[in-house]
């Protein structure tokens, strides 16, 4: 028994994992830390030959047997039903708004969009406000029917994921979504970078008070040129997932 569910979670987790926008930070940095972890994954970009470039220089960090490669964004969603957003806010909606035709039934999106007002100018220690309440829920409205939104990765640092790829990351990640199967989804994924516990934090409602962390984080981490993360104590151990649980 025990044995066919580690089989079915094996199966979901092994899903190629489309990461659209992709070529920047927080995108490469999770790719690096997921194709090390021997995920397969694909960088989505506006411009394919970004996305392949992106993609060749994950392998040469990871190591040549790395399965990553870059696509097209449109090109990327057709090719799996395991997304990830890694976009600036700013160009979010208009983003989705042009991958809805693409993106597959049934599809997962985890999104890691922080709606910081310096991706309009303002400062990267402020957020804006987001009309549906946080990024997360306005990529919700913007997907199509039946795709499922779990945010996550919001507070982990781009250059943390991005540095050594054997060191681990000193970070929690929370997960939010209404459909139990993104949280959990979300949650093997976070749980595969080293040194991370995912928690599963709720209602996507949840995502505005994770987006706002992220503000506070950068202060903090200008303030105090740092790189830190969060850490939630005190739960019991079977509230954390971690590479081993
Ligand atoms: N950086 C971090 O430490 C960190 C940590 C946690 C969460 N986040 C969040 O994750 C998201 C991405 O962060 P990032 O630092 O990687 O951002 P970024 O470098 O500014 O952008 C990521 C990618 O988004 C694509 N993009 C930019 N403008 C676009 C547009 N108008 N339309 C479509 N795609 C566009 C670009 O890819 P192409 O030009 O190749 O299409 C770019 O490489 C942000 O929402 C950020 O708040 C960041």
């Known amino acids: 028994m025990n044995d066919r569910i580690d089989d079915q979670i094996n199966d979901r987790v092994s899903r190629t994992i489309v990461i659209l926008g992709g070529t920047g930070p927080a995108g490469t940095g999770l790719a690096l830390r997921w194709v090390s972890a021997g995920e397969n994954v694909i960088i989505g970009s506006r411009d394919a030959a970004r996305a392949q470039q992106t993609a060749e220089k994950i392998r040469q960090h990871a190591g040549a047997n790395a399965q990553v490669s870059g696509m097209e964004n449109s090109a990327a969603c057709a090719a799996s039903d395991l997304l990830v957003l890694t976009v600036p806010f700013a160009s979010q909606a208009e983003l989705l708004k042009q991958l809805k035709p693409a993106i597959r039934a049934g599809s997962i999106l985890i999104d890691a969009t922080v709606p910081l007002a310096a991706s309009v100018g303002g400062r990267a220690s402020r957020t804006l406000g987001v009309w549906q309440g946080s990024a997360a829920q306005q990529t919700a409205e913007l997907v199509p029917k039946g795709v499922s939104v779990a945010a996550a990765f919001q507070n982990v640092s781009a250059d943390v994921l991005n540095s050594d790829k054997n060191e681990s990351v000193d970070c929690d990640v929370i997960v939010c979504s209404d459909d139990p199967n993104a949280t959990q989804i979300a949650m093997e994924l976070a749980a595969k970078i080293?040194?991370?516990?995912?928690?599963?934090?709720?209602?996507?409602?949840?995502?505005?008070?994770?987006?706002?962390?992220?503000?506070?984080?950068?202060?903090l981490n200008i303030r105090h040129k740092g790189h830190g993360g969060i850490r939630i104590t005190g739960l019991p151990d079977g509230a954390y997932k971690t590479k081993n649980s």
């Open 194 to 219: 080293a040194g991370v516990r995912a928690i599963d934090g709720g209602k996507l409602e949840n995502a505005r008070i994770v987006e706002q962390i992220t503000a506070l984080l950068i202060g």
